[in-house]
């Protein structure tokens, strides 16, 4: 017998109690492994692995309103610290405007370089 929509509701309520319980306390268990410090931890027939990765080296970024304090302080070395780099990006409305800019010919070809097909939505269920 298939079961009720309200029979499902009530046993996808009860998994997700579940599950919310289980990861609390895998969270609880990850955490005091990982205070143990990194190691091999085993109970004689699984081994948790702890890793404590080294920090990274730092990475750089040069944000459009600090260009020009950056190019003042570094002076003739900017051009061998930075690669200069200009993106286009369309602008909002671009498939309206640009029909109304472009001829037929000229708009199929620009909008089939340019358009990226739209993501379908998954289906999901809140639970609440």
């Not at 309206?96 to 999901?124: D, F, H, I, M, N």
């Amino acid at each position: 017998m298939k079961p009720t929509p309200e029979q499902l509701v009530t046993g996808l309520a009860q998994v997700r109690a579940q599950i919310a319980q289980l990861e609390a306390l895998d969270k609880d268990y990850v955490q005091q492994l990982v205070a143990c410090g990194a190691g091999d931890y085993t109970d004689g027939e699984r081994t948790a692995k702890v890793i404590v990765p080294a920090a990274g080296a730092p990475k750089y970024d040069l944000k459009a309103a600090d260009t020009d304090a950056v190019r003042e302080l570094c002076g003739d070395n900017f051009g061998k610290l930075f690669l200069r780099s200009v993106t286009f990006a369309p602008i909002k409305e671009f498939g309206a405007v640009a029909g109304a800019l472009l001829q037929r010919g000229a708009l199929k070809k620009v909008l089939a370089l340019t358009e990226k097909p739209a993501r379908a939505a998954s289906p999901y269920v809140k639970l609440s």
